[in-house]
T-cell receptor, first 115, second 113 residues
């Protein structure tokens, strides 16, 4: 089965706290792609990162970092020193090789950052 | 450059009617995908069009259909609307689809009453 699980439905933090959003995926394919998207209240999905299955390097982009571990089928996302503007719904997604171009999304994690 | 444009932003229809939603991709992008977002089912893939051909299809009934024009603009149509079709419909464009560089529009919010 091809599946993405985001076990955290909602997370609330205070500004400047660090927060990690969990993502666990399932696929039998050896080649696959993982994504994180942010959905602000306006509705559009904003691309954050794409990672293919052969690239297990962690990535840092400003306050954002991603930890990809094939051994545990996880692709976690950490926001350092969170800000109110980070409040949004965050989706982890998977494209298994055989699905071609169809993103399989997790249910999303709603992050609320208060000042 | 202009992003992905979806029209209309909001739509209210009556059960049994049909509806057409439009998506204009980023200039030069030839792949357009459609997704349905509901509170219960989350984000689900509807279909993808590339160079005017449906290349990939999700698990939705035949009431959901789409097409793509020579300028890459795409429309999706839902016939015989049901209350459960109320959702945010999102369109994503990319150069080839398989480049995985999807850019999403702001969506069309459809309410069926």
């Amino acid at each position: 089965a091809q599946k993405v699980t985001q076990a955290q439905t909602e997370i609330s933090v205070v500004e400047k706290e660090d927060v990690t959003l969990d993502c666990v995926y399932e696929t039998r394919d050896t080649t696959y792609y993982l994504f994180w998207y942010k959905q602000p209240p306006s509705g559009e999905l904003v691309f954050l990162i794409r990672r293919n299955s052969f690239d297990e390097q962690n990535e840092i982009s400003g306050r954002y970092s991603w930890n990809f571990q094939k051994s545990t089928s996880s692709f976690n996302f950490t926001i350092t020193a969170s800000q109110v503007v980070d409040s949004a719904v965050y989706f982890c997604a998977l494209i298994p090789n055989q699905a071609g171009t169809a993103l399989i999304f997790g249910k999303g994690t709603t992050l609320s950052v208060s000042s | 450059k202009a992003g992905v444009t979806q029209t209309p932003r909001y739509l209210i229809k009556t059960r049994g009617q049909q509806v057409t939603l439009s998506c204009s991709p980023i200039s030069g992008h030839r792949s357009v995908s459609w997704y349905q977002q509901t509170p219960g089912q989350g984000l689900q893939f509807l279909f993808e069009y590339f160079s005017e051909t449906q290349r990939n299809k999700g698990n939705f009934p035949g009431r959901f259909s789409g097409r793509q024009f020579s300028n890459s603009r795409s429309e999706m149509n839902v016939s015989t609307l049901e209350l459960g079709d109320s959702a945010l419909y999102l369109c994503a464009s990319s150069l080839e689809g398989t480049d995985y560089g999807y850019t999403f529009g702001s969506g069309t919010r459809l309410t069926v009453v």
